[in-house]
């Protein structure tokens, strides 16, 4: 698991994999937080969270803030469909701006047609 924020031109890239939770958001926060004001672009990769939780859901909120405090564009370039179902139930959805959602093959349930929210929180 590794979150990391790079910076590279006037392009903030956030990437995030793994668990998103209590335990790993404290330096990302810190990263994001020191991203120049130069930076015109946030762009967050969350194609290979495997688990998220409120606190992982506030550092995407947080690069939101300090994108638009820069007038910086903020998208979310992909999500897990495990992202997805926190986001849509949480309604955030229609707050980020998300380019795409990241191939579920490896992520769907493994029997019964049904979905169990149980684990996402």
Do not use: H
């Amino acid at each position: 698991m590794s979150n990391t924020v790079e910076v590279s031109g006037q392009t903030a890239q956030i990437k995030l994999s793994g668990s998103v939770d209590i335990n790993t958001t404290g330096d990302l926060r810190n990263a994001i937080q020191a991203v120049p004001t130069s930076v015109k672009s946030f762009v967050i990769d969350a194609s290979d969270v495997s688990y998220i939780d409120s606190s992982g859901i506030a550092v995407m909120l947080l690069a939101k803030q300090v994108a638009e405090r820069s007038s910086a564009t903020f998208v979310i370039n992909a999500v897990s469909p495990m992202v997805m179902k926190v986001l849509e139930l949480a309604k955030l959805d229609q707050v980020f701006q998300i380019q795409s959602v990241a191939s579920s093959n490896d992520q769907k349930p493994a029997s019964g047609s049904s979905t169990d929210f149980s684990d996402l929180f």
